[in-house]
């Protein structure tokens, strides 16, 4: 459970990886703080993921846990997640933005450059996201994405979620940028890991080495 009183550094957005059943990422829940769970669709058909949804959604806001859907804003609505995750236009994001705007937070991803992100930015997302689903199959965080997220977070007062690497030790690398959010998944619910520890691990080094963000 996460505690009343978030920690003022760098915390933790899970995404939920492909195959990964909901037991296992509840008890994510139980190793400390998470900020957030995000789900992206993960090559599941509408309905699965709507079933898969409303396994989630009510227990990791039980837990605190902002609940993000990826990509299908109608399933978002109906299992009454906390916001939506896009990877659109600059246009399409500040349509999305205006329809959702007061019933759920929008987030913006696909950005791989400065340029993308300045103009996706300009649309006020709650969030940008730097990385991609799935690709956290290597130690470090990649390094384009630490780059942006360092630059970002020096520059711009909307948040930044960077993604973090399959090694926990990456976490360190995320909030050295000052990015207010590091993304884990591979290194929580890889075969044989224990998602509660993990999540215990990752807080603790973020406890340890983290920079404090000014109240």
């Known amino acids: 459970m996460n505690d009343a009183t978030p920690p ?36 599941m058909d509408e309905a699965a993921f709507q079933a898969f949804a409303e396994q989630i959604v009510p227990v990791a806001q039980a837990a605190g846990i902002a609940v993000i859907i990826a990509g299908d804003t109608r399933i978002a609505g109906r299992v009454q997640a906390d916001g939506i995750h896009v990877e659109v236009s600059k246009d399409a994001l500040a349509e ?20 993308d992100a300045l103009e996706l930015g300009e649309t006020r997302p709650d969030y940008i996201f730097f990385g991609r689903f799935g690709y956290d199959n290597k130690p470090e965080p990649h390094p384009r994405n ?6 970002w977070a020096d520059m711009i007062q909307i948040p930044c979620i960077v993604m973090a690497g399959s090694d926990l030790a990456s976490v360190e690398a995320v909030a050295d940028t ?15 890991a224990d998602p509660k520890a993990a999540i215990a691990a990752a807080n603790a080094l973020l406890d340890e080495t983290a920079p404090r963000f000014e109240d």
């Open 8 to 43: 003022n550094r760098c915390r933790i957005v899970l995404i939920a990886p492909k195959d990964a059943p909901a037991e296992r990422i509840a008890a994510a829940f139980e190793g400390g703080d998470v900020a957030s769970l995000i789900l992206p669709e993960n090559g």
């Open 96 to 115: 999305t933005i205006e329809h959702f705007e007061g019933k759920m937070m929008v987030g913006a991803g696909g950005a791989k450059t400065r340029d």
């Open 146 to 151: 630490l780059s942006l997220g360092r630059w």
């Open 178 to 192: 000052g990015a207010e959010f590091v993304a884990l998944s591979s290194v929580v619910f890889a075969d044989g």
